[in-house]
């Protein structure tokens, strides 16, 4: 006998992100027991949906088995919205076929092997022109500090530093000093920026250092980005409040390689800009972000904003 069930078996609310597996089970079956038998082959079914799905995932990134194995061992949990579209009994076994409902972004995340990359560029050296006393230790040490300079790098980086006595600032008895340090990267990371210092002193000696401290603090900041693996999603029309706050976790539970995911400011023109910490690199979110969905809005006119940063809008 072959009957069609329309029923709709839902253990927890079906998440609009979430895609439907099918999948059949068959177990042995004795008469009188059918609801003892229905209820087995949906939990089989139900898992073998979840197999299938992270068979798929398989062909996608490079899983970590023991992930795998946890996933499997709590498959009801993640397969917890499904509907029973078939039930089929012949002679002495009963076949169930199921949709299974799996967020497949979040389960992917979830057994995928992250990559391990490692913060920092690893110094390459420096020359220096016209600065008196400026040995390479007082560029490396402070940017070792803050975080920019890091041994285990696959990335270098290199300086150029020049300094300029301007001579006395007119009606005054200070002197000025300028500083100019341009920076270059080579390997996973290659780009060049290049930042400015003034400093004023009675004394050159001390101009040159004020000079070349905030230098290498803006350097650290225009690095920082790039060297901490951090990304910015810049987002147009951030509003109701509560969908960045479902972007946010959206972001956390789903795109691999994030860790972190904070606000860290609304722009002139009401942009959210949030802070994105983690081994993700600028087109790899850009990738997973156009595979998501959110429930009641979405993401449209994804573009790269800078080396950094993409910018989205909301509707």
């Avoid at 609310?13 to 079956?29: C, G, M, Y």
């Avoid at 194995?69 to 509907?83: D, F, M, N």
Wanted: hydrophobic share 45%.
């Amino acid at each position: 006998m072959i009957g069609l069930v329309g029923l709709v078996s839902l253990a927890a609310p079906t998440r609009a992100q979430a895609a439907p597996v099918e999948a059949s089970a068959s177990v042995p079956h004795e008469p009188g027991a059918t609801d003892g038998a229905r209820d087995a082959a949906v939990d089989e079914a139900r898992k073998l949906a979840l197999e299938q799905a992270l068979t798929t995932i398989r062909e996608q990134v490079r899983v970590d088995e023991a992930a795998v194995a946890g996933i499997l061992e709590h498959a009801q949990a993640w397969t917890a919205g499904y509907r029973i579209l078939e039930v089929e009994t012949a002679g002495q076994e009963l076949r169930v076929r199921v949709e299974v409902e799996i967020d497949l972004p979040r389960l992917r995340k979830r057994v995928a092997v992250r990559s391990e990359t490692v913060g920092g560029f690893r110094w390459g050296g420096a020359s220096i022109e016209g600065c008196a006393d400026v040995g390479e230790a007082q560029l490396s040490d402070p940017l070792r500090a803050y975080g920019i300079v890091a041994d285990a790098s696959p990335s270098s980086l290199t300086l150029e530093l020049r300094c300029a006595d301007q001579g006395q600032v007119s009606h005054t008895r200070v002197r000025a000093v300028s500083v100019t340090i341009a920076a270059k990267t080579e390997g996973d990371s290659s780009f060049e920026i290049a930042v400015d210092g003034r400093g004023f002193s009675n004394l050159a000696a001390e101009a040159q250092a004020a000079a070349l401290d905030q230098a290498i603090a803006e350097l650290a900041d225009a690095l920082a980005v790039e060297a901490r693996g951090e990304l910015e999603l810049r987002v147009e029309q951030p509003w109701p409040a509560p969908r960045l706050r479902v972007l946010e976790g959206r972001l956390r539970e789903a795109v691999i390689g994030v860790d972190r995911v904070e606000l860290a400011g609304i722009a002139a023109d009401g942009t959210a800009i949030l802070r994105i910490a983690g081994g993700v690199e600028l087109e790899g979110l850009g990738r997973q972000l156009q595979g998501l969905s959110f429930p009641g809005f979405g993401l449209v006119g994804l573009r790269v904003d800078s080396a950094h940063a993409l910018r989205v809008r909301m509707q």
